[in-house]
Nanobody, 123 residues
Framework: QVQLVESGGGLVQAGGSLSLSCAASRRTFIRYAMGWFRQAPGKEREFVTAISWSGGNTNYADSVKGRFTISRDNANNTVHLQMNSLKPEDTAVYYC????????????????WGQGTQVTVSS
C-alpha cells in the first residue's frame, strides 16, 4: 500500500503560479510512475501530467503543455507540479496518482490516489 499526500494548493490570481507536492509513504515509490489529475465541479476527473519512475519521460495534457512542469525526487519520495500562467479554467481539485507506468496514468489505470488539494484561480 502506498499513501499519497498532496500539499500546496490555494488561491491565486490568473497569470500567477502555484506549486503542488505529493509525498509518498513508502520507499517503493520509486517503482511507480507518478502523475496528477484534476477534477472541476460537475466535470469528470481528467489527466494532467505523468512522469516515469526514473523521471526520464513525461507527458502532459494539451491544456497544460508549456505551463505546467512535473518533476520527482526519488530520494525524498516526492513528486512536484509547478503550475505557471494559471487560468481560471485550471480551477479544480488536483489529485496525485501512482501507477505502474506513465502510460497507465494517462489512461486512468491508477493504483493509488491522494486525497486531493484545491486549486482556485481567480480572474
Amino acid at each position: 500500500q502506498v499513501q499519497l499526500v498532496e500539499s500546496g494548493g490555494g488561491l491565486v490570481q490568473a497569470g500567477g503560479s502555484l506549486s503542488l507536492s505529493c509525498a509518498a509513504s513508502r520507499r517503493t515509490f520509486i517503482r511507480y510512475a507518478m502523475g496528477w489529475f484534476r477534477q472541476a465541479p460537475g466535470k469528470e476527473r481528467e489527466f494532467v501530467t505523468a512522469i516515469s519512475w526514473s523521471g526520464g519521460n513525461t507527458n502532459y495534457a494539451d491544456s497544460v503543455k508549456g505551463r505546467f512542469t512535473i518533476s520527482r525526487d526519488n530520494a525524498n519520495n516526492t513528486v512536484h507540479l509547478q503550475m505557471n500562467s494559471l487560468k481560471p479554467e485550471d480551477t479544480a481539485v488536483y489529485y496525485c496518482a501512482a501507477a505502474l507506468s506513465s502510460d497507465a496514468i494517462a489512461t486512468h489505470r491508477v493504483n493509488y490516489w491522494g486525497q486531493g488539494t484545491q486549486v482556485t484561480v481567480s480572474s
